[in-house]
Structure formats: C-alpha cells, structure tokens
C-alpha cells in the first residue's frame, strides 16, 4: 500500500471513530463514561492532526519517501553526527529512511525510551511500533547508502 | 490554581468523580448495602512513597479509607501492632476475602533475602514470599507505584537486589497504577470504583482508563509553546520543557488537570520537565531527566 | 535466665528493621538492630547523568526525600563550584523545613503515640495488644482524636512543599542554585496561611500531648540514653543575611562542643557484610562490594564514625547543640525534642517567608565539567546526611552515602562498640518479655529510616526455610 493510500485509510478510519464517539456522546449519562469518551475524541483528533501535519511537510519538503533518490543519502558515519547534542539535530533512521526527530514531542530532550539519535533504529522500531502509523507523520531527510 | 470557575468541563468532572465514587461507596457502606472489605498494604522493596502519597490525599483521604471505607488488616508503615503478632494477623487474612495493594518492587536475589519484611515462626518473611503466599488469593492485586508495576527505581540498573515487577510473580492480573509515587486519587478512584463496581476498564497495560488514557501532552497547559516551537532554555523558564527532556509526550496520565497535594502544582508547573515517572521503563527509560546540551543552535 | 528477643517488623518506622536482643533476668544485656532491606543506590547511580542525581537520589527515600534533594543539589553545586543566592537558600531550605514539619507530626503522632495511647480498638488497624498504657481515659480519647486530626496538618505540610516544589513525595522543585521556580506573591500568602494552621496545631496540641505522654511516662527519661555524643551537619544556616537561624555543623562529645571537621568521618565494615582493601575508609575512598560470605560480620548495616566514635543525629543531636534543649539525654527527650524542634522550625520558616523576594529566577543553563569532586553534607529530618560523588567524563563516577539512620543504627566496628541505637537498648528493663514494649518504645525514639540505610540482609541460618517458598 502506498503512503498515500495508508493516509487515505487511516483518515478514513478516525473519522468514522469520531462520528462512532459523538454518537456514543449523546446517549450517556454517566460522567465517567462522558470523560473517558471525550478523552477518546481527543486522542483521535490529534491522530487526524498528525496525519495532516505529514501530509503538509511531506508536500513542503518536496521529499518523496517512496523515491530515495530524490533525497539525501547519508552514509552511517554521517547519521551518526545527527546526534541531538551540542546543537546537532536528531536523525534516526528506520528502514534505509532517514528522519528528523528534532522536533518531535515524543524525542524529548533529544532522547526516547533511553535511545540516542545518530543510529539506525530499524530493530527496536519493529519491536515497539510494530503496526503503528508512525512513520508515515515522521519528517523525512534522507535515505542511507545502500 | 483550583478555584477556577469557568475551567473545562472535562477536567472539573474528572477532579469531582474521585468524591463522587469515594461518597457512594461511604454511603453504601453506611447503609449496609455494601460490605466493608478488607485491605492489606503490602510494603515491599520500595522506599514507603506510596503509603505517604495516600497521606496527602483528600477527598477522600487515608482518614476516609481506614474508618470508612476499608477494614486495613496490615500496614506495616501505620499499624500497632509489631514483631511475630502483626506478622500473624497478615498471614491470618489469607482464608478471607481481601484487597491486596502493593507498595515496592519484589526483591529476588538469593532467594528473596535483599528484602525481609518480618518473622514468622522464627522463620523470615521475604518480600518474594509474601507476594506468592498473598497476591494468588487476594480478591484484587492492585500495583501502587513505578516499583509495584515496573520494577521502578528499584530495579534501576544494574539492579544489585535483582527487583522485579509484581507481575513478573504473579500469575493472574494486577492491576497496575504506575507513577512515582502513585497520585492518591488514582488509588482512592480505582479502589472506590472495585468496591462498588468490580474491576475498572483497563487499558492493555491493565492501567485504570479512568486516569492513565491520555499524554500529558496533550492537555499540557504549555502545549501551545509546542506548537509554536517556542522551548524553555533552562529550569524556570514558563514555556515548554521539550528541549530540556520533557516526557510528557510520552506520558499518559492526567497529571495537568489533576496536579498533586490538592491539586496545587506539578512538575511542569514548577518550571521543571516531566520525568515520566507514571510511564513503563521508568528511570531507566526515562532518563536523562535534565538535558542541558540538546537541538537547540547556540 | 537468658532469654533472646526478636522483634521483626518494627512497624510504624520507615523501611524494615529487626531488633535482635539478649535478655538476662529482664535486662537487655546485647542487642543487635538489623535494616532488611537492601536496594544499592550507590552503585545504581554510577554512569548517570550528574543532573539526575538530583530527582534520582529522593527514591532512596518516600518520607524524606527532600533531604536527599538537598544533599545531591548541594553535592552538585559544591562539585561545580556554583554559589547559591541567599534568595535559593531561602526557598529551598522552606521546601527542606515543610519536610521537617511532615515528618515530625507523622513521626509523632502515626509513629510513636500508638506505643503510648490505646487508638479505637474496633479499627483493625490499631487493634494490638497493648500494656503498659497509663493515660486516663478522657486525656487518651483526646491524643487519639489528634491521631486524626493530625493527618490533616501533615498533609497540609506536604500541600506547602509542593507550592514551591511541585509535588510531594519527590518533589522536582529543589536544585541547583536554589529551586526551579520562583517565588509569587499569590504563593508567599498561601504558604502563610498553610504555616499559620499549622503552627496553631503544633503550639496548641502536639506541644501539649507530647507533655501529657511525658508526665504519664517519666521513667522513659531514664531509658534509652545511648552515648550522649552528638553530631549535626547544620542546617537552616549560613546566609549571607541572616546568619544562622538554626544550627552550624558542631559535636559534642566529653560534655565539649566542638565545630565539626567533615576529614573525621569514616565507615567502618568490620562486622557488615561487605569487604574492600580496607576496613575503615572515608567517605571519598571506596564504595564497598557486597560480601555475604563474610565471617562475623551481622548485618549490612555499615558503620559511620566520627574521630573513631559512634555519634548520635537527629532532633535531640541538634537542639542540644544550638541549646534549645538540655533537659537530657533519653528515649523520652528524643520525642520531646523532635515535637519542640517542629516549634522551631515552624517560626524559621516563617523568618524565611518574610524575606522572599517574589519573581527571582534562580536557574541558568548549567554545564557539567569533565571531572570534579563534590560533597553535600546537610542536617536532615533525621540527621546528618552526606553525599559525596565523584563526576568523570561528565557522568557520575562514584556516590557514596551516609545517611542519619546509618548513624543512629549502626553496626559495630573492631572495638565491639555497638551502635548508638543499639547502646539505648543495651540496659534497659523488660517489665513483660512476653511484651517488650519497652523496646519498640525506645528505637521508635530515633525515627529509623531504614529504606535510606538501603541495607543487606542474610542470615545463613535462615536459607533453608526461604528455599522451601523458592
């Protein structure tokens, strides 16, 4: 499935969540279950905002993350001084795609879950977001060297 | 701070419901609809932070839940009785029904004895055995704290008193309030919705929705510093603590809204960053807690 | 006839202690106090970020967790050679005083009143059998509706720490140069207002029950003594302002008072179960490594002392160095004095509030140097309290800790001298074996922190029983 397409889908699907959630939202009563619905409509209205914001800087960046030529190729040595550090920006690969985690919110500090910028997280990414659309929100640079 | 009139519903009703359930249950229990159960705090390989956090709760307070609410059979950090007699009165309650809420990690290195939490029979009682002879029985387990539910600081690396979850010992669910120390309201919510209700909604995590469902970044009341790229430089500066190694973004728990010690602040709103001590990993994952050299061009 | 006595839990302290004791025709003639509980902070922090010491170092303690926040801060400022405006000092030692006042009014009244009142014995929290209670009923129900009260005013401590350090247990508010946030007007009055309940509760109840206990159970003034040598790292001290409102760093041994010289500390191993090069070491030597195999060795409780000498710490330590309070030295003047010392501490917070300037900010983008040494001592809730850390290649090389309980209850060097605590239960009658309350009564008096001692624990004797669990 193409990056688009996945946006596509996953567009789809919070909105038709969101509509499940108002619909919920009229019929209760209770004030814990009213809570923990508006908490849900939060979560997926900030789903939808981070979906827009990469189709946005996927668009301004003019880096297509499905044409690695087009883009910069880092080599290891290179990532490794994109090290979040001293005023260094934070990149990580996954998958031969290089990111900006700079600015991310979950890169606090320049660092996450105890991992440093600089690397290749392709292993650790699998085991801990195996599934999730994340990459698809997360700012492109590069792709590494073959 | 909290005699705000016109603040968000969403945020007023989540401070009210912790009374509300505590009330009903007060009530029920008055008037005989509900039995008083009884409720063992456990104290393992911890530093007692969470048995002091319920301290400073109110609406409702320890005061509430121990002449109220609950029958407290054991608390080694308040009860009267000591040595052999409290020893026994603990191990007494095992043929009954009980709660059991847990304080502290579980220590295991040779045989549990890094951490002996009394004598019975002229026979030491480890934490390990206390946990297995206890938690399989309990009507609920309930994990107080970054140690109860992940090890915590207690097994920080290179964990010298090998210290494990007390899910890792046990075979059956717990229920998992992680932070450090656990806010009182999220113990006095979860236990008042078990005893009217039976077991909360759990995330996959087995945290209470209730108050573990959603970042504090996203409520954070700095998040439009976030937005806007505008980041604190230092510790005291009113805007937003990202650069510096915030862990709100990747903590979920209602911390903003609800603050602590009667909601008057919280370690955002003391120009610190969050150091997502109600997240899993933490310290070990959550650290470094201050980061002074990051992205930021000098 | 010889007897052995085992308490195990010792509840209502923090953390887990055994009191191990001999008894010869009803007085305790040896007695071994034993901390179960060993985490290791020391070796933990080896490798992390000096910054993080700050909030790391409170885990090792829920009830005191700001002394250790004053310790590493100080530590860190002492290693990178930072001075702090009086304007920090202030708030933070605010913070470090509602602490004070927390724990005193809990240690008081949840920790040590349940030994000497009969609290509502259909609560199955407080149903014990008790003896030797000797309140008349009316003065008894009076304490014990204060046992509630007092929760709320302990809380309200906390509720003051937290205004200025962000939440408590574990506050984020104490660091480098001072406190993270600045003080506000709206703060300053809210703070005054949580003090002013507070010192209400202290003068008009907790002073006056204290009295009460100690009029109904004065043989206590002559039990529990100890060794009468005292020691206090200061606190609420050196402002460039206001000079010392509380207490400089000073012993007192010989009936002499002398200033303290932080080069005469050592720990001693002889009989904890670690080895090292060395037995006796100061506090920049070594950190220790665990040897449960050690002969002779009792627990893992190390041994501080001072110019070779077991010194007590704690509330009655320093009132009786600054002279606030010479009525003696025994289980009882220990409670006195900590109830008399919330007093104090009460009105120097008040000083201290009086002086803040709101809207200071304290804090500046600090960097770390690539090696440098740095010691913290400090005057604590319980005692003295000394980081000392070591920072190479800008992580945390090496930590030591010496905490107020590892004074109070320690263990024994090659002299067989016990440890302060252990020498207050040394002599003393048992009325009742079958109920020796007397010892609780007295070991309660130093307000054990045994999570801070972060102590060992094996008896080899014990391995058998715990492998049937296993």
Known sequence: M?????????????????????????????????????????RQIANITMLMQNNRINTDSMIDPKNPTASKVFTPAELATYTGKDGNLAYVAVNGVVYDMTNVAAWGGATHFGLTPGKDLTGVFASCHDGQPILSTLPVVGVMAP | MKNKTNSCPNQSEKLKLISMLANKAIASIKNGSLKKRNLVWLELTGCSGNIISLLDGVNPGFRNLATQMVNIIYDNSLMVADGEAAMEKLFSIADDDYILLVEGAVATKDDGLYNVIGQLNGQPV???????????????????????????????????????????????????????PCHPDWLMGTLSYILLYGQPELDSKDRPTMFYSTLIHDICPRRPFFDQGIFAEKLGDKTCMFKIGCRGPVTPVDCPIRKWNQHVNWPIGDDSPCIGCAQFGFPDRMEPFISYNTTREE | ????????????????????????????????????????????????????????????????????????????????????????????????????LQNHIRHFYQYTLP???????????????QTDLRLPKPKNDLIALHYLDSLEISRSAHEMLAILGGKAPHNHGIFIGGITTQATKEKISRLYSLLHNIKEFIDNKMVPDAQTIAHYYQDYFDMGRGYGNFLSFGCFNNYSQLGTLYLNPFTYHDDVKQALDPDKITENIV???????????????????????????????????????PYESGPLARMWLSGEYRHGISAMDRTLARVFEAKKIAEIIKVLLSNLIPGVDLQQKYTIPDHTVGKGLI????????????????????????????????????DNLPGPGEKALIGTRINDTASPIELGRIIRSFDPCISCATHLYRDGSLVNSVQIVS
Request: aromatic share 10%.
């Open chain 3, 1 to 100: 006839m010889s007897e052995r006595i085992v308490i195990n839990p010792v509840t209502r302290i923090s953390g887990f202690l055994e009191i191990d004791t001999t008894v010869d025709n009803s007085i305790v003639s040896d007695a071994q106090t034993k901390g179960l509980l060993f985490r290791g902070f020391e070796k933990m922090l080896t490798g992390r970020s000096p910054f993080d010491a700050v909030y790391f170092t409170q885990r090792i303690c829920g009830i005191c967790s700001s002394a250790h926040a004053m310790a590493s801060t100080m530590a860190l400022e002492d290693a990178m050679d930072i001075a702090v405006p009086d304007q920090g000092k202030y708030l933070r030692d605010i913070i470090h005083g509602c602490e004070y």
């Open chain 3, 379 to 414: 005057d604590t809730t319980r005692g003295a309290l000394g980081h000392w850390l070591k920072i190479e290649n800008k992580v945390i090389s090496f930590y030591q800790l010496i905490t107020p309980t590892t004074w109070n209850l320690s263990t024994r060097t090659g």
């Open chain 3, 115 to 129: 030994d000497f009142i009969k609290l509502p014995q259909n609560n199955t929290l407080f149903a014990a059998n």
């Open chain 1, 2 to 42: 193409s990056e688009q397409q996945l946006y596509n889908k996953d567009f789809e699907h919070i909105i038709s969540e969101i509509n499940n959630t108002i619909d919920s939202l009229y019929l209760t009563k209770n004030c814990y279950d009213k809570n923990k619905l508006l908490n849900n409509l939060r």
């Open chain 2, 126 to 180: 480890t934490a390990y055995r206390a946990i297995n002879e206890l938690g399989p029985k309990a009507s609920y387990v309930i994990a107080m704290g970054a140690c109860a539910c992940d090890g915590g600081v207690t097994a920080a690396k290179p964990n010298p008193s090998h210290a494990v979850s007390i899910q890792s010992v046990l075979n059956r669910k717990v229920i998992k309030l992680p932070g450090c």
């Open chain 3, 271 to 309: 009989t904890s179960w670690y080895t090292d090069q060395t037995d006796t070491f100061t506090p920049y030597e070594t950190i220790a490594e665990p040897d449960r195999a050690k002969s002779q060795a009792y627990s893992w409780v190390k041994a501080p002392r001072y110019d070779g000498l």
